[in-house]
């Protein structure tokens, strides 16, 4: 079986191809540089993302952007949002204050990235 995603590990986009055969790659081809080909392993083995998500915070008129300081799971992606969009913030907050510890039990903290006073 044959898959070609878009790499986007840097700005080349390349069309990697990766052929898989009892669910093992075989070859991953069509990258130009390290990245593309460890992207291309990754994505079909095990996606990850970063999540990033926007939140009202009481005492604010301006919205908290949050981020996951590491990629998580993909298939753990809404669930994520879902814990981030529950959670109840007041100012003031700061850059890299955790928001939430531990997302879906990933072991990724959700970290604030910008400060709200």
Known sequence: MEQVITCIGCPMGCQVTITMENGEITSIEGHFCKKGKE???DEVTN???MVTAVLSVEGSREPLSVK??????????FDCLEEIYSKKI????SIGDVIIKDV???GVDVVA???LS
Do not use: E, L, S
């Open 39 to 41: 992207y291309a392993h």
């Open 47 to 49: 996606p990850t993302r």
């Open 68 to 77: 996951t300081r590491q990629f998580i799971p993909k298939d753990k992606i």
């Open 90 to 93: 007041t100012v003031p907050v």
């Open 104 to 106: 879906c039990g990933t």
């Open 113 to 115: 990235t910008k400060h």
